[in-house]
Nanobody, 117 residues
Framework: EVHLVESGGGLVRPGGSLRLSCVAS????????MSWIRQAPGKGPEWVST????????YYTNAVKGRFTISRDNAKNTLYLQMNSLKPEDTALYYC??????????WGQGTQVTVSS
């Protein structure tokens, strides 16, 4: 059974940093592209970043380029999102998701990130 478990969220002041982690199990992690998706209060899900299965390529939404870095450790079945220079508009529930055939086929339960002074 596929499981994705996020951690690392919390309350941080504007300009601060957080590192999110997502531990995967139940499938061959290194075979799949992985993504981070966030959902702010009252809004729909927003794609944040994707990393290819081997980790060689990564993509970001414009709103986080230069501030967030996605990475993965296939030996540890773990996906990361380093978030720097956080802004109040980054406040959201952050999910990791497995990229399936043209869709995100498995999601974690999410970890809350709140950026506030």
């Amino acid at each position: 059974e596929v499981h994705l478990v996020e951690s690392g969220g919390g309350l941080v002041r504007p300009g601060g940093s957080l590192r999110l982690s997502c531990v995967a199990s139940g499938f061959t992690f290194g075979d799949h592209d992985m993504s981070w998706i966030r959902q702010a209060p009252g809004k729909g899900p927003e794609w944040v970043s994707t990393i290819m299965n081997g980790g060689a390529a990564a993509y970001y939404t414009n709103a986080v380029k230069g501030r967030f870095t996605i990475s993965r450790d296939n030996a540890k079945n773990t996906l990361y999102l380093q978030m720097n220079s956080l802004k109040p508009e980054d406040t959201a529930l952050y999910y990791c998701a497995r990229d399936g055939l043209g869709m995100y086929d498995y999601w974690g339960q999410g970890t809350q990130v709140t950026v506030s002074s």
